[in-house]
């Protein structure tokens, strides 16, 4: 060889990015081939709770906190030395059934989002549950009737806001999920018009067929909608190479969108759960448990959800879901609304002040109960305070009520699926706690496994997107990723003492119940 030579290139190693829109925060991480994130941004954005029971979100700032987040970890990036070329494809994940509309011509938004946990539909629902053919939808879509689908909210929008109904009277709304709105805006909004969602998210809707993945006609027709004037995005697989476009401005413009899971299901593919009979448990805002169930839809008895896990190849895969509609978010308002600690991180040891709850118990029913008790009726409820109550015994109270439930949820998916699981798969950022933890495996009696890596949710939509680009190509390439420094709590308690406390805390469930009848 001569002098002259050139020598060959390196190989430049690849990068997949993932937005993870969350219902309190924005972020962007970018993983390398090994699942490892390598830099990160993350941005808290505004809560609006204009009345009881309302929350809403600004689509606008949600957009622009996704930018800010890509520039801030592509930033990072590069101060380590790479190249934003070097990444590859970007998967979106999100806050599911989060009800946002915007004007076909314009693309702004007519209305603040609607968030998941919004309650103020509460008698439209009532409403609509006393309809003929109610009792047959849960068997077309996985969801029985409650606030939480984005269906209720729409119909409160067309119902309520003025500019709402008239884009809808002219053919003019559009309706979307989080996931389509920040697809169409991060294409460059009406211009493009890329106008798409996944199953994951279609599926949370009440529009879509569970078994078809389509939009079903009976089902717009239960709730009167006229589809000459409704707008919705085209359901598209989780993972693909064109359908979801590009980004169009900032510093990844032009890198193609190739990914898109609802959160909870991004996180079921982050922690590998691609085999049937594989869960896992993760606990954020709310928190949310999923039994991958295999290529059919199991329709619960139980009060549990049926959903679309994933749909990668257009094989669609299933789980069965637990909802807590209150879990990381309780902590918060332990902080916001009560001072009792000045962050999440401390809710740990204001609650080790007390070597137990001192008898009270908190049913956290900020939006009535989801899973699998399904009480709209139900509001936040404190029991068992005496003079004795300190700070600490409500803070270990909080941390329960989502264990509670998730044991509750463990139940039914036991009934459901006839299975038992051996142990439990966390993640999310309350699984910080390692209090609550210990908590979660005495009170469900199976060992609680938290991986090293808590990114679960913002690696899966990562996978979905380098699927699509060949960055992966297979599930066993992921065997190995995340897979060290598990940490596992193993129960505490004995079967008796386990069940003694389960029983109180359904006796406060069922106490708490009719508080908001009307
Ligand atoms: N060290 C901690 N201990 C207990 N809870 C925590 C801790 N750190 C964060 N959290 C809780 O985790 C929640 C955020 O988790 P995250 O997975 O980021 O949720 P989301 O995706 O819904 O924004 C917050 O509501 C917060 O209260
Ligand atoms: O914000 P999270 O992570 O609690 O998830 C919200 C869910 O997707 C709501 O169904």
């Keep these: 060889m001569g002098d002259n030579t050139p020598a060959p290139l390196a190989q430049e190693e690849s990068f997949v990015g993932s ?3 969350g219902t309190t925060s924005t972020r962007f991480l970018i993983f ?7 830099a990160s941004h993350q941005i ?3 809560q609006f709770y204009p009345q009881p029971g309302w929350h809403e979100h600004d689509p606008t700032e949600i957009i622009e906190s996704v930018n800010q987040c890509i520039e801030g970890a592509v930033k990072a990036f590069e101060q380590q ?14 806050q599911r059934e989060t009800t946002v509309v915007w004007d076909k011509q314009t693309g702004e938004p007519l209305y603040n989002a609607i968030v998941w946990t919004d309650t103020r539909h509460q008698n439209l629902v009532r409403k609509l549950k006393a309809r003929l053919g109610a009792e047959q939808l849960q068997a077309l879509c996985g969801l029985p009737l409650s606030t939480y689908p984005s269906v209720g909210k729409l119909l409160w929008m067309i119902e309520n806001v003025k500019e709402v109904s008239a884009a809808y009277e002219a053919g003019n709304l559009c309706f979307g999920t989080v996931d389509a709105w920040l697809v169409y805006k991060l294409n460059g909004g009406p211009k493009k018009n890329i106008f798409v969602s996944d199953p994951s998210n279609a599926s949370r809707t009440m529009f879509m067929n569970i078994h078809t993945l389509k939009y079903d006609e009976s089902l717009l027709d239960f709730f009167r909608f006229d589809m000459n004037k409704l707008n919705l995005p085209e359901i598209v697989r989780s993972s693909h190479p064109t359908a ?3 980004l169009t401005t900032g510093i990844l413009s032009g890198v193609s969108i190739a990914g898109c899971l609802g959160d909870q299901s991004a996180a079921l593919v982050g922690q590998k759960g691609f085999s049937p009979g594989r869960a896992k448990n993760t606990y954020g805002t709310g928190c949310f448990l999923l039994y ?15 959903t679309v896990a994933y749909d990668f ?9 637990g909802s807590i509609a209150v879990a990381g978010s309780s902590i918060k308002f332990l902080q916001n609304n009560f001072g009792f600690i000045e962050g999440s991180s401390q809710i740990s040891t204001l609650a080790a002040t007390v070597p137990d709850n001192g008898g009270v118990t908190f049913v956290t029913a900020f939006s009535g109960l989801f899973a699998p008790y399904w009480m709209d009726d139900a509001r936040g ?12 015994h409500v803070a270990r109270a909080t941390l329960e009520a989502t264990c509670f439930q998730t044991k509750a949820i463990l139940d039914s998916m036991q009934k459901d699926s006839g299975h038992a699981l051996a142990e439990l798969a966390v993640d999310g950022g309350m699984t910080n706690s390692d209090l609550c933890m210990q908590t979660q495996a005495d009170l469900i009696g199976i060992p609680v496994e938290r991986p090293r890596m808590l990114e679960t949710t913002a690696l899966g939509a990562a996978i979905a997107a380098g699927f699509a680009v060949g960055v992966w190509e297979t599930f066993d390439e992921l065997k190995n990723v995340n897979t060290t420094g598990v940490t596992t709590f193993t129960p505490k308690i004995d079967a008796d003492e386990r069940n003694k406390k389960f029983a109180r805390w359904e006796k406060a469930v069922k106490m708490c119940k009719g508080w908001a009848e009307d």
Excluded at 313 to 321: F, I, R, S
Excluded at 381 to 392: D, E
Aim: proline share 5%; glycine share 14%; no cysteine.
């Design 81 to 94: 030395g790479h190249s934003a070329r070097s990444i590859k494809a970007v998967g979106i994940t999100n």
């Design 313 to 321: 190849d257009g094989k669609p895969q299933y789980a069965l879901e």
């Design 292 to 306: 991958n169930v295999g290529d059919k839809p199991v329709i619960s008895t139980n009060g549990l959800l049926t």
């Design 381 to 392: 409820t404190i029991f068992g305070i005496t003079a004795y109550t300190q700070k600490g």
């Design 32 to 38: 390398n081939k090994d699942g490892e994130p390598v």
């Design 244 to 246: 979801y476009g590009k």
């Design 19 to 21: 937005i993870d829109q």
């Design 44 to 46: 808290e954005f505004k």
